[in-house]
């Protein structure tokens, strides 16, 4: 499945490094979706982009810092995180505006993020 | 946040019996979404459901979206040891713009062959 591809697919860091997580989508979408995935918990959404705009941040710490230049790329800049950001991250993309179809969201396979 | 209620949290079956796995909500959804994600994988889209009363198959997957549209079930008929691995649900309140899936506990599947 190449839809959607991320990069790198494992991570370890310390927590003074700075890292960029790197997804891409090659379907054509126009919204694509960042989510934080933790052992014995549901997905969480983190941020989502439409038509490279950003229009949810979900709360999320300002040690995670997301980039969308354009409508197939998104990053997600770590910076300074703790040893319980640790988690799988995960990136999606969809067609918003689509007959009501549209937020069917495709994921990429995801980086598994350590932080010691 | 808001979740859905999956249920069961996890079943462990014998290869070639048939699975049914169940999401509930006390709110009207528009979509219903079943994914699949192995070990240290993104969830894979094996289902999506738009129409209330939908009933869906993929392979030997069944889903459907139910009347109340605060319901979805999927079933799995004759498991094989590839089944196994983590479902969920994801259920989309609006249409076209809101971006936002609300998601299932998960169930997760073991098959023993």
């Known amino acids: 499945e190449t839809g959607v591809t991320q990069t790198p697919r494992h991570l370890v860091m310390g927590m003074t490094n700075k890292k960029s997580l790197k997804c891409e989508q090659h379907l054509g979408h126009n919204a694509m979706y960042w989510y934080k995935q933790s052992a014995k918990k549901p997905l969480e959404l983190m941020f989502v982009?439409?038509?490279?705009?950003?229009?949810e941040n979900n709360s999320v710490p300002s040690r995670f810092s997301p980039e969308c230049p354009n409508s197939s790329h998104l990053f997600l800049h770590l910076h300074t995180l703790q040893p319980e950001d640790s988690a799988l991250y995960l990136c999606?993309?969809?067609?918003?505006?689509?007959?009501?179809?549209?937020?069917?969201?495709?994921f990429g396979p995801g980086t598994r993020l350590t932080v010691l | 946040g808001q979740q859905l209620n999956q249920s069961p949290q996890s079943m462990f079956i014998q290869e070639g019996e048939d699975v049914s796995m169940n999401c509930t909500s006390s709110?009207?959804?528009?979509?219903w979404l079943w994914y699949k994600q192995d070990p240290g994988e993104g969830p894979v889209l094996l289902i999506a459901l738009y129409k209330a009363g939908e009933l869906t198959s993929n392979g030997r997957l069944t889903a459907q979206f139910g009347i109340t549209r605060k319901d979805s079930f999927l079933n799995i008929s004759a498991s094989i040891p590839s089944d196994v691995g983590i479902y969920f649900c994801a259920g989309i309140h609006g249409s076209g713009n809101t971006g936002k899936l609300i998601f299932g506990q998960g169930t997760t599947l073991q098959v023993k062959p």
């Open positions: 999606a993309s969809s067609q918003v505006g689509n007959s009501g179809r549209g937020d069917t969201q495709y």
């Open positions: 982009y439409n038509f490279k705009e950003q229009t």
């Open positions: 709110s009207i959804f528009n979509t």
